[in-house]
């Protein structure tokens, strides 16, 4: 199975802040790999897909970059409807794995 | 509007069983690939399995975890999709979501399955 391993486990940071998690998965998987937002008691939320391209109605300070072993999820400046936990997946292969989450805090 | 609901949870004994349903609607479900993702309490997001559709031959995937234990079953005349838990364990405690992730971003609101004596 692939191990998706994110880091930090958990941040925190400030309003405007530019904020970047990183996930690395045990052995390649190409761009298959996306990057969900959930916020407490609320479903997961999808900012990313295929590596790099920006889900639909997402703002457009959420970036996403990285192919083969390394991912990263960037905020440009950081708003306060953004401090939630973030995931990522990677859909290269069977079984789909989750990262642990980076939860993202106010400073 | 794209409605997934799930129906069916609550608490268990260990060893027990349990099925979960999900009903969905406002897009063509015959058309996707279906996925079971949950969630222990205070914990993260784990992929619990998938269901193809006809094009897919109805196959299933599965985490290592549930593998033997649990039955993804999908029925496209109901839109329906379902989760069939066996000799069910503690570990098994968390919110179980219905979603069509691929190409979508589709969630159900989720249902609570307690595993406990």
């Not at chain 2, 589709?106 to 399955?113: K, N, R």
Request: glycine share 10%; charged share 15%.
């Amino acid at each position: 199975d692939i191990q998706m391993t994110q880091s930090p486990s958990a941040m925190s940071a400030s309003v405007g802040d530019r904020v970047t998690i990183t996930c690395r998965a045990s052995q390649a998987i190409s761009n298959y790999l996306a990057w969900f937002q959930q916020k407490p008691g609320k479903v997961p939320k999808r900012l990313i897909y295929s590596a790099s391209s920006l889900q639909s109605g997402v703002p457009s300070r959420f970036s996403g970059s990285g192919s083969g072993t390394e991912f990263t999820l960037t905020i440009s400046s950081l708003q306060p409807e953004d401090f939630a936990t973030y995931y990522c997946l990677q859909h290269n292969s069977y079984p789909r794995t989750f990262g642990q989450g980076t939860k993202v805090e106010i400073k | 509007e794209v409605q997934l609901v799930e129906s069916g949870g609550g608490l268990v004994q260990p060893g027990g069983s349990l099925r979960l349903s999900c009903a969905a609607s406002g897009f063509t479900f015959s058309d996707h690939y279906m996925d079971w993702v949950r969630q222990a309490p205070g914990k993260g997001l784990e992929w619990v399995g998938r269901a193809r559709n006809k094009a897919g031959s109805y196959t299933t995937e599965y985490a290592a975890s549930v593998k033997g234990r649990f039955t993804i079953s999908r029925d496209d005349s109901k839109n329906s999709l379902y989760l069939q838990m066996n000799s069910l364990k503690t570990e098994d405690t968390a919110v179980y979501y219905c979603a069509c992730i691929s190409p979508f971003d589709y969630w159900g609101q989720g249902t609570l399955v307690t595993v406990s004596s």
